[in-house]
């Protein structure tokens, strides 16, 4: 899952590179791994910690998530050449966010998203539910702010050693 989000995340840039996508997998790894560790152990505590009907659902969130945001600031760094390192990358990281932000905004006002509807269809209290949607939308969150902002460090990182 982690490779192949790295390598989707890669689509909005115009140089396609191995270390852009190794970046890209490393950066949603870094985080997303940690992430679903904390979620799935700590939060949840499922057991066993391997349990596939929690693992692939969370992750594929955790990572979906994830490449769109490096996605995001990545087409954004690309695009803010004149500007200087600095300020693209802060320009990158705050349209990466933009997505989340408005998502987190919306909860419950204007859409009632996937968790949250399936687990009250299924019977649910509505209040369990709306406590696993704040999970979800933290977790979100969370992965997505740092998987854009490891992955800006690499690229100012690599935009420095090139002058």
């Known amino acids: 899952m982690v490779l192949i989000a790295g390598y989707i995340s890669l689509r909005p840039f115009k140089e396609k590179s191995v270390y852009l996508f190794a970046i890209a997998a490393l950066s949603i790894f870094l985080v997303g791994i940690p ?4 979620v799935t152990q700590f ?3 499922i057991h066993p910690w391997f349990n596939p009907n929690f ?6 969130m955790i ?11 990545g087409e954004r760094f690309d695009n803010e050449n004149n500007l ?7 320009t990158a990281f705050k349209a990466s966010l933009i997505p989340i932000t408005n998502s987190l905004f919306a909860v419950g006002l204007v859409s009632l998203p996937g968790t949250m509807t399936g687990m009250i269809l299924s019977g649910v209290s509505p209040i369990i539910a709306v406590k696993y949607q704040i999970m979800v939308m933290c977790m979100i969150f969370g ?4 998987s854009s902002a490891i992955f800006l460090s690499f690229m100012k990182a690599r935009e420095t050693s090139k002058n």
């Open 35 to 38: 992430t679903l560790f904390i």
């Open 43 to 45: 939060v949840i505590q």
């Open 55 to 60: 693992l692939i659902p969370l992750g594929g």
């Open 63 to 73: 990572f979906a998530n994830s490449m769109n945001s490096i996605s995001l600031s």
């Open 84 to 90: 200087s390192i600095d300020e693209r990358i802060n």
């Open 143 to 146: 992965s997505t702010g740092i």
